[in-house]
């Protein structure tokens, strides 16, 4: 089925770095949204996007909505160990439709 | 408040048990959802319901029922589990369709093995 590509799969990064990960697909989606998964638990929503070209941001996290509609990126400025996690990228083709997850970025925040 | 509460945490199957997982919200979404997660696969969606007694198929069904006899419960079975089904299976609500419906709460969780 569907698949967004999402790279990196992991990083390993020292606290204070700004982070860029990225969401592909060969298809268009309609909408686009970041998660976050904390260890033993769900995702989270962290950004939905709604627009080409939308750049929307929540504390040092920002999302952007591809011109093309076929990719999105999150940043993360300044890095803080409570950033670990995984990070998946999830696209809407139409309201009401399924969501089609990425594969997810692993990060990792050293002290 | 709850939100999404799934049970059990965690569970060992042996290959052709049945077993069914639990999931509830307490938020009176319409919609539910199942997912399962396996590493660098991300969330693949098994089974949804828009609504009480409406269900449908998603991207990976097979060796899955459902049913939604009520707003707030969505359980999951498993009639026959298999090895491939070692997993970590995630129920998610959302409010409603529309704009709302990807925005989704999720559960923590289940680990499950089968062996």
């Known amino acids: 089925g569907q698949q967004l590509n999402q790279s990196p799969q992991s990083m390993f990064i020292q606290e204070g770095e700004d982070v860029s990960m990225n969401c592909t697909s060969s298809s268009i989606f309609n909408t686009w949204l970041w998660y976050k998964q904390e260890p033993g638990e769900g995702p989270v929503l962290l950004i939905a996007?709604?627009?080409?070209?939308e750049l929307t941001s929540n504390g040092r996290l920002t999302a952007q909505f591809g011109i093309t509609r076929k990719d999105s990126f999150l940043n993360i400025s300044a890095s803080i160990p409570s950033d670990v996690g995984i990070y998946f990228c999830?696209?809407?083709?139409?309201?009401?439709?399924?969501?089609?997850f990425g594969g997810g970025t692993r990060l990792m925040v050293k002290p | 408040n709850a939100g999404v509460t799934q049970t059990p945490k965690f569970q060992v199957l042996k290959t052709g048990q049945s077993m069914t997982l639990q999931c509830a919200q307490d938020m009176n979404h319409e919609y539910m959802s199942w997912y399962r997660q396996d590493p660098g696969m991300g969330l693949r969606l098994i089974h949804y319901s828009v609504g009480a007694g409406i269900t449908d198929q998603g991207e990976v069904p097979n060796g899955y029922n459902v049913s939604r006899s009520t707003t707030e419960d969505f359980p999951l079975r498993l009639l026959s589990a298999a090895p491939s089904q070692t997993s970590v299976y995630f129920c998610?609500?959302?409010?409603?369709?529309?704009?709302?419906?990807?925005?989704?709460?999720f559960g923590s969780g289940t680990q499950l093995s089968v062996l």
């Open positions: 996007l709604y627009k080409a070209g």
């Open positions: 999830a696209g809407q083709k139409y309201a009401g439709n399924m969501l089609t």
């Open positions: 998610a609500s959302s409010p409603r369709q529309g704009r709302a419906n990807e925005k989704l709460f």
